[in-house]
């Protein structure tokens, strides 16, 4: 079964900084994998969905990569500013379905 | 844009009644999909569905089942609620298998 994981499970940085999220999988067989951000309790937005033929994909001032073969993605954000601050997901579809890591929880200082 | 919706926001229950949690997308996705989410558990599968009158367990099936009579519709029933099934229960639809999913925004349900 696919496990996903993300590292760190929480992290806290000053405004205007930039950070890297991480996250890896154990079964390097996907067809994409999508970043997702959830703000406390509402529902998961999508940032960023990558195929897996894709090496990496932009929305402004987030970019993800995806090394397939060595089974890890990395959502780099610029600039971080306080609205920045939420819980970021990464999900890989293996086909049938989406397995979710547990998330980064990201506080941006002002 | 793909308008995932869930019915309620919050609800609270009482142990033992029947709760049905309603979700309806708006552009045609074959597959839709029923997750809780629980602090420290992240998101675990209960139930998804292929097509019409179609379901398939996901992860954590035990004490739910589902209905999907119309395309749109993809309906999550707690026969029996228990205070176990506290949780966000969260929807989400995908065009087909290779797509990105769309998550609706959610529903709180306390069982009491």
């Known amino acids: 079964k696919q496990e996903v994981t993300q590292i760190p499970a929480a992290l806290s940085v000053p405004e205007g900084e930039n950070l890297v999220l991480n996250c890896s999988f154990t079964?390097?067989?996907?067809?994409?994998l999508q970043w997702f951000r959830q703000d406390p309790g509402k529902g998961l937005t999508s940032l960023l969905l990558?195929?897996?033929?894709?090496r990496e994909q932009t929305s402004g001032r987030l970019n993800a990569s995806l090394d397939k073969s060595s089974g890890r993605s990395t959502l780099y954000i610029a600039a971080s500013q306080p609205g920045d601050s939420a819980t970021y997901l990464c999900a890989v579809n293996t086909g049938n379905q989406f397995y979710f890591g547990t998330g980064t929880s990201l506080t941006v200082i002002p | 844009d793909v308008k995932v919706t869930q019915s309620s926001r919050y609800l609270v229950k009482r142990t033992g009644e029947k709760v049905f949690l309603e979700c309806v997308q708006d552009m045609d996705h074959e597959n839709m999909f029923w997750y809780r989410q629980d602090p420290g558990l992240g998101l675990r599968l209960i139930y998804f569905s292929y097509d019409v009158k179609m379901k398939e367990k996901g992860d954590i099936p035990e004490g739910y089942s589902v209905s999907r009579e119309k395309k749109e519709r993809f309906s999550l029933i707690l026969e029996s609620a228990s205070t176990n099934q506290t949780s966000m229960y969260l929807c989400a639809s995908s065009l087909r298998g290779l797509y990105g999913y769309t998550f609706g925004s959610g529903t709180r349900l306390t069982v009491v």
């Open positions: 079964d390097s067989a996907i067809y994409n």
């Open positions: 990558i195929q897996s033929s894709q």
